[in-house]
């Protein structure tokens, strides 16, 4: 019996033990459960920054001033901002080659060498070199300020461009600004054409201001340089030559030499009439057509449509923009005797707006002022 009682209780105590060890077994078993979920959750967070596309875009600026700075600043300002917007990264790679069409050639090889997944030129020179550079491979060109893609060869149509190249032009109406002399001062009989005569960009605006002084019947002389110091020289020969106004088109290397000229036009109560807002900037009397600071933009928008969206050169329309504000230098109006209400009006039926401007060296000047 006593024997008996002795097992009972042995046998009870091995069942509590038993008991005992599955119980600590569950409740060892159950953190770990817990503890493989949580990384599960961390890792979705972390997934989109490790695996962030990255594009390498090659940014090349022709010259530096006012004008293509504007469309460069605003360029690279709208990618990143669609960077961040798109969650992806766009890695810039940027150089100024200043007409120098050896140094021009090596950036382009350069960016290439360092993989760049597309080419940004910035005005024509550059843009023609990139497609040279370009032709059989399928890497996109998108080109900034090409007054006449079509002519220099770089696209078939403004509408299909037709190969790996495409972007925005500023293409300058002409008549519109020829219109605005005559609108300030009818009895003009004489005006100065200076320009570079190797700049593309401003020779088909050149040909049409001389068919439109021939057709009005109006004397045109033509002055030309390609570096600014033969610039400083031309602008002082129409001067002697007794212009009544001058015109010059969107010329990269005078629009480099205005703050050199400016002065010589104004003592000699000449305005200089040009094809950009940048000069009035400079100090020419007024500058008329885009909005460079857009055309920056809209080219960023649309190496993202080809670098994200998949959309190829050759179908993606080069895009143009409204030309009708015409930008006055007000210091300039008042030098040359003009009263600025006077002047504003009788351009009003000739533009969308007239907008006011005093000498500086960059927009970031005036701003800062």
């Given amino acids: 019996m006593k024997n008996l009682n002795l097992k009972k209780i042995a046998a009870a105590i091995l069942t509590v033990a038993v ?78 080659c200043n007409a120098d069409t050896n140094l021009m050639s090596q950036i382009i090889s350069n960016f290439q060498a360092d993989g760049a997944d597309l080419l940004v030129a910035v005005a024509t020179p550059v843009a023609m070199s990139m497609q040279a550079a370009t ?35 500023d293409y300058l109406d002409t008549a519109s600004v020829m219109n605005l002399i005559f609108a300030q001062n009818p009895d003009a009989k004489k005006i100065g054409l200076l320009y570079d005569v190797g700049q593309d960009s401003a020779t088909s605006a050149i040909e049409a201001a001389k068919q439109y002084l021939t057709e009005k019947g109006v004397e045109y002389i033509e002055r030309t340089g390609t570096t600014v110091d033969e610039i400083a020289l031309a602008a002082q020969a129409l001067v002697t030559d007794g212009v009544d106004a ?44 885009v909005d460079y600071a857009n055309l920056g933009v809209e080219t960023a928008n649309m190496a993202a449509e080809i670098l994200l969206d998949g959309k190829k050169p050759a179908e993606l329309p080069v895009r143009t923009f409204d030309n009708g504000t015409a930008t006055v230098n007000t210091e300039i109006c ?17 533009c969308t707006s007239v907008q006011e401007i005093v000498t500086a060296e960059s927009f970031a000047d005036v701003s800062a002022g």
Avoid: W
């Avoid at 104004?266 to 094809?275: E, K, L, N, R, V």
């Fill in 246 to 289: 001058v015109f010059t088109p969107t010329d990269n290397t005078v629009m480099k030499s205005e703050l050199s000229i400016y002065e010589t036009f104004a003592d000699a109560g000449i305005p200089h009439y040009t094809g950009a807002d940048s000069f009035a900037l400079n100090g020419a009397f007024l500058g008329y057509g």
């Fill in 19 to 96: 008991l005992l060890t599955t119980t600590a077994c569950a409740a060892r078993q159950k953190p770990a459960e817990d503890t493989a979920a949580e990384p599960q959750t961390t890792q979705q967070t972390t997934v989109p920054d490790a695996e962030q596309q990255t594009f390498r875009i090659g940014i090349c600026n022709y010259v530096d001033d006012a004008s293509l700075n504007q469309i460069v600043e605003n360029l690279r300002a709208q990618l990143e901002k669609l960077g961040e917007e798109r969650g992806v990264q766009f890695d810039i790679l940027y150089d100024n």
């Fill in 334 to 350: 008042e030098k040359l005797g003009l009263d600025f209400a006077v002047v504003k009006e009788a351009f009003a039926p000739y």
């Fill in 135 to 169: 032709e059989g491979t399928d890497t996109p060109v998108v080109f900034a300020a090409v007054s006449d893609p079509v002519s220099v060869g770089l696209v078939d149509s403004l509408e299909a461009p037709g190969s790996n190249v495409t972007g925005t032009s």
